[in-house]
T-cell receptor, first 116, second 116 residues
């Protein structure tokens, strides 16, 4: 396991459809984060998990968005009834409290979502 | 509320020269963390350096150093001996406490181009 893995890399969908993204963090990392990045902007925090517990959610995360991390390993981010404004790069990151470097996030390459 | 300002949309530097990327911040939190990330064209965010608000010394990581001036609320990144591979977007970010990288707030970034 060499890094954070995200699937798919690209997703094109029609407005109103549901989409789900998957993130596999670095094994033994207990914290997992989701961010969203639009063109020309820095990433925006969406939510984070410590093990399987979702500890914080941004107000940006509308009720159409839901994230899970059922066994404290991989995570999924689902967007229901997609809108064109959801088009963005969705980034996943992980970190480990145990190593004492919990300030260091390791990011995946992201899932680029295009809503037509 | 937190705010990160990166006033340089683009910067150019000659290979082997040093370059400073500016970052100013605003927060009402008594303790906070400051970060720099690099995003090459592949899209993956790469952690570069971290500074805690109570750290007395400026952080250094190899060719990267963070010029932390608390009174001025600035956290500039200095890259010494620039290399062609340093060409990328650079993002300054802040977390609301020093306990980790939870809920990072990013600036809009600076695109650095290293000229051979």
């Amino acid at each position: 396991d060499t890094g954070v893995s995200q699937d798919p890399r690209h997703k094109i969908t029609k407005r109103g459809q549901n989409v789900t993204f998957r993130c596999d963090p670095i094994s033994e990392h207990n914290r997992l984060y989701w961010y969203r990045q639009t063109l020309g902007q820095g990433p925006e925090f969406l939510t984070y998990f410590q093990n399987e517990a979702q500890l914080e959610k941004s107000r940006l995360l509308s009720d159409r968005f839901s994230a899970e991390r059922p066994k404290g390993s991989f995570s999924t981010l689902e967007i229901q009834r997609t809108e064109q404004g959801d088009s963005a790069m969705y980034l996943c990151a992980s970190s480990s409290q145990a190593t004492g470097e919990n300030e260091k996030l390791f990011f995946g390459s992201g899932t680029q979502l295009s809503v037509l | 509320a937190q705010k990160i300002t990166q006033t340089q949309p683009g910067m150019f530097v000659q290979e082997k020269e040093a370059v400073t990327l500016d970052c100013t911040y605003d927060t009402s939190d008594p303790s906070y963390g400051l970060f720099w990330y690099k995003q090459p064209s592949s899209g993956e965010m790469i952690f570069l350096i971290y500074q805690g608000s109570y750290d007395q010394q400026n952080a250094t990581e190899g060719r990267y150093s963070l010029n932390f001036q608390k009174a001025r609320k600035s956290a500039n990144l200095v890259i010494s001996a620039s290399q062609l591979g340093d060409s990328a977007m650079y993002f300054c970010a802040m977390s609301p406490d020093q306990t980790g990288a939870n809920n990072l707030f990013f600036g809009t970034g600076t695109r650095l181009t290293v000229i051979p």
